[in-house]
């Protein structure tokens, strides 16, 4: 009849339960961690039975996956949001800086980091913990990149610019386990900038 909703189809259904157990795996590692990771905990977490959560991840790693999936994803889509913030005459570095910062200082990251360490002891999920890291990380460092080069950097030295700066973010954030980092970092995104400026000079100016 005209006016009612549009009932969904199973194969919506599907991935819309599939999303929500991905979430809630997500939450419940980002509180808990990976070691007290449980699957019961996943499915009352998600509001689901226990049945209905094996029936679309019949195992605990396929779980932990899809909160890999899950949290950078939506890493992704913060960065990617920062991405299209940038006007013509704006600072793409500190734009840049900022992100990386936020993203190993973030949950999203370390619940990222708590499954890549299990995937390393444990081989059945290596590949795939690569695959989706590789997926989602490299394609956001691949715009970063692009940006670069549209604000006037060579395409090798953005791409080595971006490396350089993922890797001493990242190191800023495995520091922040033993002292809190987040007084330090205006003045390390200030001096990093200064730094790939100095080494990495724009070959031409964008124009506002």
Known sequence: MAGQPRRRTQVERSVEMRARLAKAAYEVMAERGHSAFRTAAVAAWAGVSEGAQLHHFATKE??????????????????????????????????????????????????????AMDGVKNPGITAEVRDVTGRYRGHIYAKWAEMLVAHGWTPADAAEIVRMAAATMAGMGMRSMWESVEVHMPSVIGRLREMILHTWPQRTKRKS
């Open 62 to 115: 396929q779980l932990a996956l899809a909160a890999l999936d899950y949290a950078l994803r939506e890493a992704s889509i913060i960065s990617e949001a920062k991405l299209q913030a940038i006007r013509p005459s704006e600072d793409p570095l500190l734009y840049m800086l900022t992100d990386l910062a936020e993203f190993f200082q973030g949950p999203h990251y370390w619940v990222a980091l708590d499954i």
